[in-house]
């Protein structure tokens, strides 16, 4: 994929996120897709596009945070050819009153017009804190 396309295909996949598509969501997914997250996150690597699309979908937001709270900003995105750089933020209110405020960073491998690979960074101290993960190990 050239650059252009790939921007294309990210914009894309965050608007899809934001209004909810699910089966655009499918669509904009290869078939073996992985989600990679850092090692210390629960659940570190979803791969399928039905698993991936679920988590991303609206699973991970419904699990973990209050219905309504979660807004998702996309800072920056950086292409080339088939590969991006997302730069993202994240602000809610977790299930127990907490306030979840988080900057990500999020590589994506793109062919034939789908993404194939997702590679999530993030403060998982923080994160670990404020979700608790380190009571589920």
Known sequence: MNSEQTRALIHDFYGTLGRGE???????????????????????ILQGRERVARELGSDVVRRLFKKGTFKLKLHALHVDGGAAIAQTGVYAETHEGKIYEMEYAWVYTCRDGRITHIREYLDTKLSSEILGWDKTR
């Open 22 to 44: 699910r089966e655009h969501l499918l669509e904009l997914l290869a078939e073996d897709i992985e989600w990679r997250m850092p090692a210390s996150v629960p659940d570190g």
